[in-house]
């Protein structure tokens, strides 16, 4: 059985068990959070009713530093700059 998670705009197709990294949710390590789910299939049937997964919060992190450089020719402008996008990884508990 798997089911689909929305998270951060993203949807994540996940099972009991798995863990993932999702946009920064609110809570501290050890938390439990709901995600809504949008579809839920087992055994090849699927299911459309509105539900919710449980996730255990197991850390907060960073990601890896994005570097995005723009510059005009010939016109000496140039800017630099640097994006971590904050994270964090969740377990499914309960589908």
Do not use: C, W
């Not at 992190?61 to 964090?88: D, F, M, S």
Request: glycine fraction near 10%.
């Amino acid at each position: 059985m798997y089911a689909v998670v929305k998270s951060g705009g993203k949807q994540y197709r996940v099972r009991q068990g798995d863990e993932l990294l999702v946009e920064r949710l609110a809570g501290e390590v050890g938390d439990r959070v709901e995600l809504p789910v949008s579809l839920r299939a087992e055994e090849g049937v699927l299911d459309l009713e509105p539900r919710t997964a449980r996730a255990e919060i197991l850390e907060h992190l960073r990601g890896e530093k994005l570097k995005v450089y723009k510059y005009k020719p010939k016109k000496g402008y140039r800017r630099k700059k640097g994006h971590r996008q904050a994270l964090t990884r969740i377990r499914v508990v309960e589908v």
